[in-house]
Each structure stands twice: as C-alpha cells, then as structure tokens.
T-cell receptor, first 111, second 112 residues
Framework: KNEVEQSPQNLTAQEGEFITINCSYSVGISALHWLQQHPGGGIVSLFMLSSGKKKHGRLIATINIQEKHSSLHITASHPRDSAVYICAVGNSGGSNYKLTFGKGTLLTVNP | DVKVTQSSRYLVKRTGEKVFLECVQDMDHENMFWYRQDPGLGLRLIYFSYDVKMKEKGDIPEGYSVSREKKERFSLILESASTNQTSMYLC???????????FGDGTRLSIL
C-alpha cells in the first residue's frame, strides 16, 4: 500500500507570498492528484498529473517521478486560497484505479 | 458541471440505529465512492462501485454496506451505528478510471 506524506501539516502565510506544499509517496503510481477542500467540506480537484508540470491561474503543480515527489505552488497568495490541500496518488490498473490520500495541509493566508 | 448531491449535510443518530446516507450524481458516471474523513487520518475509502450492482470493499468496510440499484445513486448503510462511526462522510463519482473524482459536499454524521 502506498504511503503518502505531505508537508507541512499547517502553513500560515501573508497575502502575496509564494507558497509551496510538498507531497511524497512510497510506491510507483499512475497519476497524482491535488485537491482543495474549503471549510464546510466540499472537495474540488485541482490537478491530475503523471509527469512534468501543470499550471492553472496562480496554481502550479509539478511532479518528479524518479524522486516520487510532487509540489503544489501558489503564487501571489490571497486569503481566498485558505483551505486544506490534499495530495492523492492513484495505483495502476483499469477499473480498479483507486486513490490513496495524504492527510492534507491546512493553509491560512492572512490579509 | 457535474453535480454530486448528498442527502444531508448534518445528521444525528443514536447508537444501534440503521443509518442510510444517500448520494446522487447527474453525469451518468460509472464509478462511485464512499469515503470517511477523520482529523489526522485523512480520507479513507469505505466502498466503491464500478457499475450498477457491482461493489468492492475499500480500506475500512467493517460496519458498513452499500447499495447501487441505479447508476446515479449510491447508498451507504451503517447496519448498527456505533459512536466510532461519528465522522464526515464524502461521496464521489468519476467518469473513467484515472479521471478526476467529483465530490459531494459531505455529510457530518454524529452517533450519540
């Protein structure tokens, strides 16, 4: 079973700062997902990637398959970015494709 | 946009009750999932269904069962609720394997 570790567990930043959240995993994967959960519960998928880098607005996700490591970056952070960010890795195999989740990183961005 | 709807946001039940949590998705997705989320433990898979009437156990199925009689609806059943099943329950669906999952807003269940 894959072990997924996120760091840091908690992160407090000032508005405008550049933020990095890290994710490492123990076993080779098919894909890695970054998710965002706002207070109240709803979870939104931000990225799914299996190599290289993806960008969406101020969010950038990178993955290094050899090192089994991914990072989520937020540029010019804003208080509305405050949320829990969750890394999840997908195993291989067709309809049996399932996710193993990290424990999440709680990000607070102060104005 | 995909909509995954969970029947209740908050639910309070008593120990020993049979509890039903309902989830409906409107995008004809094949796969549906039930997770529970606890502080310090993250999301853990209870059951998933890859087609109507098909189900597979996840990592923590004990004390739970599921039902998928129609493609759009996936029900989680707590056969005899216990206090250690107090948790946030999240339903999700996806179109194909390796596609992003779409989550409902969650049901915060308290068992007294």
């Amino acid at each position: 079973k894959n072990e997924v570790e996120q760091s840091p567990q908690n992160l407090t930043a000032q508005e405008g700062e550049f933020i990095t959240i890290n994710c490492s995993y123990s076993v080779g994967i098919s894909a890695l997902h970054w998710l965002q959960q706002h207070p109240g519960g709803g979870i939104v998928s931000l990225f799914m990637l299996s190599s290289g880098k993806k960008k969406h607005g101020r969010l950038i996700a990178t993955i290094n398959i050899q090192e089994k490591h991914s990072s989520l970056h937020i540029t010019a952070s804003h208080p509305r970015d405050s949320a829990v960010y969750i890394c999840a890795v997908g195993n291989s195999g067709g309809s049996n494709y399932k996710l193993t989740f990290g424990k999440g990183t709680l990000l607070t961005v102060n104005p | 946009d995909v909509k995954v709807t969970q029947s209740s946001r908050y639910l309070v039940k008593r120990t020993g009750e049979k509890v039903f949590l309902e989830c409906v998705q409107d995008m004809d997705h094949e796969n549906m999932f039930w997770y529970r989320q606890d502080p310090g433990l993250g999301l853990r898979l209870i059951y998933f269904s890859y087609d109507v009437k098909m189900k597979e156990k996840g990592d923590i199925p004990e004390g739970y069962s599921v039902s998928r009689e129609k493609k759009e609806r996936f029900s989680l059943i707590l056969e005899s609720a216990s206090t250690n099943q107090t948790s946030m329950y999240l339903c999700a669906s996806r179109d194909f394997p390796r596609q992003p999952q779409h989550f409902g807003d969650g049901t915060r269940l308290s068992i007294l």
